[in-house]
């Protein structure tokens, strides 16, 4: 069965960082694209970054550009989310997501709760 399981969310103040963290299992994704995405109530879900098999190449939405970093460890099945100087408008459910090729993504994770207090 794979899974995708989302961890480190949780409560902080505005300016402050959070590291999220998505584990996969079941399968090997060495080989797929990576992303995470966000979604706030009463919002739609929107691609926060997203990153290549490889690691060479990165996608950030522009609200979350040069404070959020994403990056892998495929030898770990893992995909973080760096962010930092986070902002109230931040807050949202967070999800991870892997696909193959450049188009979509397959496989999701259950979600992450990550709340900016101003």
């Known amino acids: 069965q794979v899974q995708l399981v989302e961890s480190g969310g949780g409560l902080v103040q505005a300016g402050g960082s959070l590291r999220l963290s998505c584990v996969a299992s079941?399968?090997?994704?060495?080989?797929?694209?990576r992303g995470w995405f966000r979604q706030a109530p009463g919002k739609e879900r929107e691609l926060v970054g997203a990153?290549?098999?490889?690691?060479?190449?990165?996608y950030y939405s522009d609200s979350v550009k040069g404070r959020f970093t994403i990056s892998r460890d495929n030898a770990k099945n893992t995909v973080y989310l760096q962010m930092n100087s986070l902002k109230p408008e931040d807050t949202a459910v967070y999800y991870c997501?892997?696909?193959?090729?450049?188009?979509?993504?397959?496989?999701w994770g259950q979600g992450t709760q990550v709340t900016v207090s101003s």
């Open positions: 997501a892997a696909g193959p090729g450049t188009s979509s993504f397959s496989y």
């Open positions: 079941g399968r090997t994704f060495s080989n797929y694209r």
């Open positions: 990153i290549s098999s490889s690691g060479s190449r990165t």
